[in-house]
């Protein structure tokens, strides 16, 4: 069974995304519509396939194309010469090798821009990227792997040295760090990391967040993922505001940034002593139910010092006797304790 139809409405609005397909599973289109007291919008995909490669031509709901595939329906997409690509909104060709993305070229003809995208690999591993920009940027990164396990990216602008990731793994190959270099002047040096913990069934509960700060690596943000059978509780802490101040190679590349970007005022603000009074002062605490199929069930935002309840919703989730999802309907929990329904989603499927 495949996903063809799926329906959301809240009371604002109301969005349709349909999903067409060929005998051999592939999708030949992909029609969105959207409706609101605005009036209405639509979107509508056509997949073209030539072997591995296929073309994606996307048209709006004020062309001639999209109104001849509404009035002719889906079993239009099997026929030739029924749309006409001069009114497209935007192309995308991909191409594929040996079932590898090697190039993904975008042009939106609606704003007159292009970015592309080009890949390589060896042994089936990505060793490669090149992104082009819309500007005419070249964006490459290049891979690194032991024993198929990728550990380091090494990434360039036009051609310049822009950062390096490095990953840390332990014994049983589990990601214990994640660190980040950057360049200043002719010196590589260490801009920010993370650091992972986990839990007896090697799962995530711990991130810590590092950057640097007058020339110091200093934890800025740590956020906590904790799972006890149906039950996902999320909390993090952050020092506020100091995210875009750390990664700097000392306070005089910071400050010169500062001034550049207009900042002056701030430079007496984030100053050598900083990081000695900061404190982790913005917190939340999110708990997450969900059902046997993995599906949301109850969501409720906590506060993370009192434990007192400041948000919640509820989530009715039913299925069909093939176990597929076939509604979801989403009740916000009021300040009185009574569920009102807050928007509603439907799924159909197709053999």
Known sequence: MRLSKEVYRDEHSSNTKETFYNDKGKITGILEIGKSASGENGLLNIYEYSGENH?????????????????QGHTILGKNNWHSVDEAFSIRECKFENGL????????????????????????LKVSETRTTE????????????SGILQAKHSFTNNQFTEQIIYVYGNNQLLLE??????????????????????????????????????????????????????LTKKSAVISNVEMM???YDMAA?????????????????????????EFDAKTCTIEKYDSH?????????????????GSAVFRNEYDDKALLEFIICYRITDEGKMEESDIRKFYYRD
């Not at 090697?102 to 292009?114: E, L, P, R, S």
């Not at 010196?187 to 090697?202: G, M, P």
């Not at 993995?294 to 400041?310: A, C, L, Q, R, S």
């Open 55 to 71: 073309r994606v031509v996307t048209y709006s709901n004020e062309t001639k194309s999209y109104a001849a595939f509404i009035a």
């Open 101 to 124: 993305l090697v190039a993904d070229h975008h042009h939106n003809i609606h704003y007159g821009t292009k970015n592309s995208l080009t890949c390589s690999y060896q042994n089936g």
């Open 135 to 146: 500007e005419g940027t070249v964006l490459r990164t290049d891979f690194t792997y032991k």
């Open 178 to 231: 994640e660190q980040r270099f950057c360049k200043h002047n002719e010196a590589q040096y260490l801009s920010s990391e993370k650091k992972f913990f986990y839990n007896a069934k090697k799962q995530v509960e711990k991130t810590e967040y590092y950057g640097r700060y007058d020339s110091k690596m200093q934890l800025y943000k740590i956020e906590e993922e904790i799972l006890k059978e149906n039950v």
């Open 246 to 248: 750390i990664g700097y």
């Open 254 to 278: 910071l400050h010169a940034m500062m001034k550049k970007e207009n900042m002056e005022w701030a430079i007496s603000i984030f100053d050598k002593n900083y990081f000695k009074t900061a």
């Open 294 to 310: 993995g599906n949301m069930i109850e969501v409720k935002y906590v506060h993370p010092d009192t434990g007192e309840t400041y």
